[in-house]
């Protein structure tokens, strides 16, 4: 079946200006997590959502960074007025139970170059 | 705090030789623990879980809680095994991942 998708795969922008990020999870996916993969500082995660609520948000690294999930499914991570050090490969995972284990399944990534 | 290291960043082998990817963790309880793998050109996933004790590709990885350690092992690499591998922990259920800095695992002819 169809896995995690992310859109676009490339994003390049100028210093300041916003981007969005989009993220369809794995169709029944209740749980939905944002990461963020970069050189310096390898993966970290930054948001995640059960349903359209956010229970941890502890990732996010400043206001300029948002999140939300509408109907369960769809995703949008939003960065306001973006920085160089922004840039970075942007992860998005879904996740559901299967018994006693959770997965999490992870999107081909986002790859955001901010000049 | 919870953290996972992996020392290495770069392991280099040759086909036929043993491999093991180190990884420690610091955690205040139990954890789950994961090996992840993202092979050139593809995208992140699971390779395997401490949970399930189980063998995948020829890998296996056993949890040393007196350690704190959940190396990767495998008796004979091939040259498709190459990729970067990637230790995580989660305090588990729907919890947050956390990874470490990941290993470059190259494996020569």
Known sequence: GAGVSQSPSNKVTEKGKDVELRCDPISGHTALYWYRQSLGQGLEFLIYFQGNSAPDKSGLPSDRFSAERTGGSVSTLTIQRTQQEDSAVYLCASSTRQGRTYEQYFGPGTRLTVT | ?109
């Open chain 2, 1 to 109: 705090a919870q953290r996972v290291t992996q020392p290495e960043k770069l392991l280099s082998v040759f086909k036929g030789a043993p491999v093991e990817l180190k990884c420690n963790y610091s955690y205040s309880g139990s954890p789950e623990l994961f090996w992840y793998v993202q092979y050139s050109r593809q995208r992140l996933q699971l390779l395997l879980r401490h949970i399930s004790r189980e063998s995948i590709k020829g890998f296996t990885a056993d949890l040393n809680k007196g350690e704190t350690s959940f190396h990767l092992k495998k008796p004979f690499a091939q040259e498709e095994d190459s990729a970067m591998y990637y230790c995580a922990l989660t305090s588990g259920g729907y919890n947050k991942l956390i990874f470490g800095a990941g290993t470059r695992l190259a494996v020569h002819p």
